[in-house]
Structure formats: C-alpha cells, structure tokens
C-alpha cells in the first residue's frame, strides 16, 4: 500500500527512522520537497514560485527552498520574520494574506517587503499609506468553481470582479502598483477546469482595466495543486499542461507573467505522520464497528481531518482480512473522531501498540497543532 | 450589554487592564472561578468537585481551586504532571480520560494516582496490570440525550449498559475496586433532564451489580454544567435541584456518593477575551452584510466557533443602529470564519481598530490555541 506513495528505499529510510521512536511524530523527507519544487520549476518555467509558508513552516523546508532559488508568501508577521532569519532578501516575499493589521503592513514594509495582496477598500487605503508604492494583488473571489475541492476557500477571501476592477482604479490613484489579479481555487483542487473558469474572468478584468487606462502585468494562481491522498488528481504536468492552455485560449499567445503559491502542492506528499493504536473497543459486543483510539488526532496533527475533509492514505505493516473501523484521537472531546462516516477498513489483527502511518500528511498538519489541548504536546516534527 | 454579564466593577476592572494592550488576549477573573467553585460546593453539598484541567489549565487557576481543596481530573500525564508540581497531592487527582496508553496510566499510577476511568475491556486490563487495585469509574454511553447540549460527546466516550456490567465485573475478577459509573451528558448541556435519564440507567447498573455481588459506591456525572452564553441556561441551583431530586426519586433518601467534573461551568464565565476588528469589508457594493475580520479566530482561542457550536455574548463599546456581519478570524483559512448562519448584530458605527470584547470565554480557548498556524502565536492569557 505505502509502495503506491513512496518508493522502496524511502520507506525503509522512514522506518528505519520510525523505529523505536516515542510515537505521535512527523517525518519529513526534505528530497520530496526538493524534488517537488523542481518540478513546479520545470512544469511552469515561466512562473514565478511562492511557497505558501502556511503550509509547513520547518526552518529546514524553509531553507531547502531558499537555497533552490524559491519565492515565499507570508499570512503573517511572524511567519515574515522567520523567512527573513534565514537571509532571504524581502523581494523574494509576498505578503498574501487579504486580512492583516495596519502595523503589521507597516512592519513589513519596514522590513523592504514591496508586494502585497488586497480585496477590500480599507487595505488598500492602508497599504497605500503606510507601504507606498508597493505592487498590489487584488483578489478575486471564486464562488462557483470550487466545488472539487477538499478544501474550498470560501467568499471569505475576495471580493467581486466589479469591486475589483474600482480598487485596482482606486490602488492607482493612491500611488501603488496595481500589478495583476490573484485568485485561489481552492485548496486540493481536483477539478483542473477550476482555473479555466477563473482564468475567462480575469481576462475580462484586464481587458476592462486596460480601457481605463491601467494594464495589468501578472496573474497569481495561488495553490489548489493537490497532494496525493486516498481521491486520486491528476498530475502536475497535467495541470500545468490544462492552465497553459488555458491561459493561451483566453489571452492568446503573450499570456501574462504568472505567480503560483504551492503549499500543500508543494509540501504534502513530503511527509508521513506515525501514531500508535493506543486502544481497540466495541462499545457493545455486537457492535459492528471497531473504535480504534490512536495518539494523533484533530489537534495535534490532523485538524485537516476535521468534517473527514481530507482523508489520508494510512498503512499499517499488519496484513490479512480487513474490517471497518471507527478512527479516533486521544483527547476527551467528542470533536477528536478523525473518521466516522469514511469507512476505513484495517485488518481484524491490529492490535494495541502497532503503529499506524498516515501518508502525505506534509502539510496543515503540525502547524494546525493545538499548543495545549488535553495537556497534549504539539506534534513533534524529524526532518530527514 | 456587558452588565447582563459582568458587574458595573469587575467591567472597569476589565477595561482598566485591557486599555492599550496589545489584543488579542484573555484575561480571566480568578475570583469569579474562586465564587463558581464556592458556588458548586455549597449546592452540591456532599459531592466531590474535580476541575477538569483540560477547561482551562493555567496555573493561577489550579493553585486557586487547590487553595480551596479541589479534586482534579486530568485528560493526560502532561496535565497530571503540572497538577502534581503544585503540590497538589495524587488522592486529589482522577485520570478521567478513558483514551489512555498503558505507559500512561502506569505512569500515573507511579506518582500516586489510584482513581481512573474505563470504557473497554483493554483498558481494564491494562489497569489491572500497571496499576493494581485502583478505583475504577466505568462510563455509560450516553447517546440519546444529549439532544440540547451546544457540545455533545457523542459516542465516542462510554459503552453500553450490558458491556459495562461485564466490565465491572471483569474489573473486580482482576484485584481492580469498581467505584461506580461515570457519564457524561454533553457539554454546555441546558436540558436538566439529561441528568435525570442518565441516572434512570446508572440505577439499574447498580441494581444489576449488586445482585452479583458487588456494590458500587459512587456516581460520577462529569461535566455539562453550563457557562454562560448567548443562549439562556438555567442557574446552578436549579440544577443542584433537579439533580437532587432525580438522584432521590431513583435511589431513595440513601443514594451514592457524587463525583462532578465541571471544567466550562467552573471556568466558562470568568474569561474576556480582548480582540481588534483587522478591517470590515463588503465583496460588492451591494453586499447586504458585512465581514468583520478580527484578530481572534478559530485557531488561535475560539475553536469553539467552529461549526458555530458555542456563541459566545459579544460586547462593543461603539452604540446606534446595528447591521448584521459576519465574523471571521485573521488566517487564509476558509474554516476560520466563526459565524456566518447566525447572524450576529454590531453597531454600523463599528470602525477598524474597535476592540470587540468576547465574554464567558474562560474555558476551551485557550489550551486549544494551534501552536502557529499562519505564524500566528498561541492566544495570552492574563490573571486578574
């Protein structure tokens, strides 16, 4: 089963690394994340990469990619201060996230960061006023298009093409950089024409913006780009095959420069988390199901798990006949039920102790931890 | 507003120390948890009150109920540890999470603990074997009342009344004490009468048990008892009343001893947690409401919001005519929009930089903090 994610020698370097280790605990192999990253690179050599530090914020992912000439998008101050401690020069920064303080705009300004993503009137007043000049982002909102997605993102972020097009105006007249139209399919997309819906309309809004005067240098995609668990997607050369056609279809040959923001594209297939199976029970003895209790759940790893959102694919090295299983984690709170609807099957001879890995979990995963919850530590992360 | 919550005194002391610090924060009032615990002691007269740690687990907070000679329940060895730093002494504590590792509760068992609870049979055997001759509580599954509960603990938690029998005859066969039954009615649970089905069952546990020999001891109805939100519950005396006279009506003048675990009803009223309004956007010019973005959010103190289980009292300095928003957290995360279905009224006055002020917030909010999604850090608390 692992075979269908990693290869022969990476499992046994995980193993041999899982071995006689105090369970739960993420591993890292940071050669995915180099190897991943080579391949948005190669799939999309005209784009410029930003890795969404949200994602996983490890100092060490963080330097694998610097030293492999990567971008970063920030939600946050702090997540800034911490690309900027490992020597990586403000221009190779973004700061994407529509919702953020005054001061916090003016810190990072402060710090030289010169490109930043709005949606609303009030942020760009801000941004204009305390960060001139810089290169704006206006986000669209996508409403209708994301409805393959694990993980849609909502009207939250956004807002509609009209308003767009009257901030983008209004971001001008202030003195910033109106500089493109960023837009998120929503995250693990697998409905690769999610972007060819969001694609017709930004091409609507820079031929309305041009008339008005205003030419539009860029499009940042954001992420979407899935990783691979259980629901199978299509791979990356095939989404960047489908959004260069896309792309060519809407603006013909001279498309515009393009920013992507790979995070979970980028950092989950990196990783394998390891748990234990704490207890096995019935709550009856005609129970058809078993619950079987580990020590990783919602909030010490697997918050994405949350509603079953994202299932992820989970070995065990026990084999023979396989029934179903109620999945939980180890907290008092009723929440801490990983999958109850999602009908895992694991074999009739687990027992107590064996360790259960769950793949591809290299992203929103230990970051999502809760700092205290149950008295539970934050998940331990290797990286190797 | 603020005064259906808090005292005329006790908002100025709130405001005092809240002014120009920087948000978002909690701050819990310790002497109001000091007034709840005296509350619950003096309604339950002869019951043994266990803090459920996991509520709330701050120092002050421990070092407070110990000074006036609480139990207290722990979810974990890491709660237990910080417990038994205080000087609280092991026959003091119960280990109330039936999810627990056999290293765990020997662990415990090693610092003194001699009181846990149990669902399964696998558990009971660890018990038996790493820590002999222990109390044990066994939980009843509680699924059919829990229908007005803001946080019920579904089935995770418990067995059915059949397979708690056989488990606490297992338990004696292995040199264990079955101490009595445990159940939980769900948390922030408003109808009394939950308690009053409940004990309808634990009466005929005991009835069954004792005509095979063995005579449990104690009732033990954990947690349930309210805080105090948007949606109205009863008081404490009403429900030290009820429950009284449900305990009466099923055991006769002579019932069990009673074990209460209140965690939200101890802690929930005496936190303000102290937020910013980021921006306040609308998507179009003729969007009906408006996104209010705080500094506080699903990840870093209200997880609580999610699925927009609790609702907690909202208080804003800013009057006048009221409009309808949506309220939504700092992270590029569709999750981390706190309410949307309800729709919570705010002034149309309310400016970016407002303080929006959180009441009741004391229990699950902190502790349950991710440890940096987004950058963003763990929620501060402050003492007062």
Redesign the interface.
Same mark, same amino acid.
């Given at each position: 089963m692992y075979l269908d994610y990693y290869s022969q020698a990476e499992w046994a370097k995980i193993i041999n690394f899982a071995t006689d280790r105090e369970t739960p605990f993420l591993i890292v192999i940071l050669e995915r994340i180099r190897n991943k990253f080579l391949l948005f690179s190669n799939n999309f050599p005209n784009a410029k990469i930003y890795y969404?530090?949200?994602a996983s914020?490890g100092i060490e992912i963080l330097t694998a990619l610097r030293d492999l000439g990567a971008y970063f998008d920030? &939600?946050?101050?702090?997540?800034?201060d911490?690309v900027l401690k490992l020597n990586i020069p403000p221009n190779r920064i973004s700061y994407?996230?529509?919702?953020?303080? +005054?001061q916090h705009i003016q810190y990072a300004y402060q710090q030289g960061v010169r490109l930043f993503t709005s949606?609303?009137?009030?942020?760009i007043r801000h941004i204009a006023k305390v960060a001139p000049g810089s290169k704006i982002f206006l986000r669209l909102?996508i409403d209708a298009v994301t409805s393959d997605s694990d993980?849609?993102?909502?009207?939250?972020?956004?807002?509609?093409p009209?308003?767009l097009i009257e901030l983008a105006l209004l971001a001008k007249e202030l003195g910033l950089q109106p500089y493109g139209v960023s837009f998120h399919v929503g995250s693990q997309q697998r409905e690769i024409s999610a972007y060819d819906a969001a694609i017709a309309q930004v091409v609507l809004i820079f031929e309305q913006l041009e008339k008005q005067g205003l030419k539009l240098q860029s499009i940042n995609m954001g992420g979407g780009f899935p990783a691979d668990y259980i629901t199978k997607a299509n791979t990356l050369p095939t989404y960047a095959e489908e959004i260069y056609r896309y792309l060519e279809a809407h603006f013909g040959a001279q498309f515009p420069e393009i920013y992507l923001e790979p995070g979970r594209g980028l950092a989950g297939d990196a990783g394998v988390l390891v748990s234990?199976v704490?207890?096995?029970?019935?709550? +009856?003895?005609t129970d058809l199901r078993r619950?079987v209790?580990t020590?990783i759940g919602i909030?010490n790893g697997l918050?994405e798990a949350?509603d079953e959102s994202i299932k992820y694919p989970l070995h065990t090295d026990k084999t023979g006949p396989t029934g179903e299983v109620i999945l &939980?984690g180890?907290?008092?709170d009723?929440?801490? !039920?990983l999958y109850e609807n999602f009908k895992y099957q694991l074999p009739l001879s687990l027992e !107590?102790g064996d360790k259960l890995y769950w793949l591809s979990t290299g992203a929103y995963t230990?970051?999502?931890? +809760?700092?205290?919850?149950?008295?539970?530590?934050?998940l331990t992360t290797y990286y190797i």
């Open positions: 969404a530090v949200k914020p920030v &939600a946050s101050i702090y997540e800034l911490r994407g996230n529509t919702i953020k303080k +005054s949606d609303c009137e009030a942020d909102i993980w849609p993102l909502s009207r939250k972020f956004g807002c509609q009209r308003m234990e704490i207890l096995i029970a019935k709550k +009856s003895r619950w209790y020590d909030f918050m949350i &939980a180890p907290t008092c009723s929440l801490d !039920i !107590i230990a970051s999502y931890s +809760s700092v205290e919850f149950n008295g539970f530590p934050p």
